[in-house]
């Protein structure tokens, strides 16, 4: 089964702009893998910000964004605010598996 | 409104078994596909298993593929997710989602333990 790679920690100051990544052991990410991305706070449920690479849901603030970057699914959140500390996990299909990133704890500080 | 709402979690012991359910309202549950995902405790989440609206299509993954088998009754409005030959391993919140991951249940325990 594939690895999904993410970066462990990140962190941003308050209304930084800060770039967390998703890569696959198969080889480059692309829109065929349907990137999602989760935010997930202590004690809830996973939270989808960002579906099929780059949409976003009714409720995703619209700092979030996605895009294909070098091979890897991006996550960019431009405008940091202390709310937005959280755990960020990328999710990849593969024909018909879907696999999760280990995860980026991202810091608001 | 969506609900989904896992149910059947608890402690057992390594090489039992145990079924959670996740009983879906609100939604067109016959013409859904759904996934469980499990997390273990401070750890990542983990795709477990999905399954197609009709039941006809189910994915694995490797790390439960012929121990966990994803079910539903669409009659019921709820999905199934059998577990046996639990391992220690296996310990974890397991979450159910709608087919698009937009939706989530608030997940339940299961703890496999001696």
């Known amino acids: 089964q594939a690895v999904v790679t993410q970066e462990p920690s990140l962190t941003v100051s308050p209304g930084g702009t800060v770039t967390l990544t998703c890569g696959s052991s198969?080889?480059?990410?692309?829109?065929?893998?349907?990137p999602f991305w989760f935010q997930q706070k202590p004690g809830q449920a996973p939270r989808t910000l960002i579906y099929d690479t780059s949409n976003k849901h009714s409720w995703t603030p619209a700092r979030f964004s996605g895009s294909l970057l070098g091979g890897k699914a991006a996550l960019t959140l431009s405008g940091a605010q202390p709310a937005d500390e959280a755990d960020y996990y990328c999710?990849?299909?593969?024909?018909?598996?879907?696999?999760f990133g280990g995860g980026t704890k991202l810091t608001v500080l | 409104q969506v609900h989904l709402v896992e149910s059947g979690g608890g402690v057992v012991q390594p090489g039992r078994s145990l079924r959670l359910s996740c009983a879906a309202s609100?939604?067109?549950?016959?013409?859904?596909?759904m996934h469980w995902v499990r997390q273990a405790p401070g750890k990542g989440l983990e795709w477990v298993a999905d399954m197609s609206y009709d039941g006809s299509d189910k994915n694995y993954a490797d790390s439960v593929k012929g121990r966990f088998t994803i079910s539903r009754d669409n009659s019921k409005n709820t999905l199934y997710l059998q577990l046996t030959s639990l391992r220690t391993e296996d310990t974890a919140v397991y979450f159910c989602a709608k087919d698009g991951f937009e939706i989530w249940g608030q997940g339940t325990m299961v703890t496999v333990s001696s």
């Open positions: 609100g939604l067109t549950f016959s013409k859904t596909g």
């Open positions: 999710l990849l299909s593969y024909s018909g598996a879907w696999v």
């Open positions: 198969t080889g480059a990410v692309t829109s065929g893998h349907y």
